[in-house]
């Protein structure tokens, strides 16, 4: 039985080693911005309204607390519309384009 000496499969990278998460984080954070832009543009048509209806969840207002030596305030607030999955799945489809 001849032994291959010194030979090594190469393999391909695989799809995810190519698409860091940071990448796909970044893709989505933009993709909700450019969402929240179409929510504001389409605002003032009626009959696309209803793309700019919002949900607002988080802290609102802020959470503060005071211990004399130190303050810090702690808040967040996710606002969501219909038109922020419509931004993401665009933004995703172009980095699909790109790639």
Known sequence: MAR???RRSVRQPSRRARNPWWLLFFVVLVGALLG???AE????YSALS?????LAV???PPLTVD?????FTLGAVLRLNLAVPIGI???VWILRLLQ
């Open 4 to 6: 291959q000496e010194g």
């Open 50 to 54: 209803f793309l700019s209806r919002e």
């Open 67 to 71: 211990l004399k030596v130190l303050r």
């Open 36 to 38: 929240m832009v179409i």
């Open 58 to 60: 988080g802290l609102d």
């Open 41 to 44: 543009a389409l605002a003032g």
């Open 89 to 91: 799945i665009v933004a």
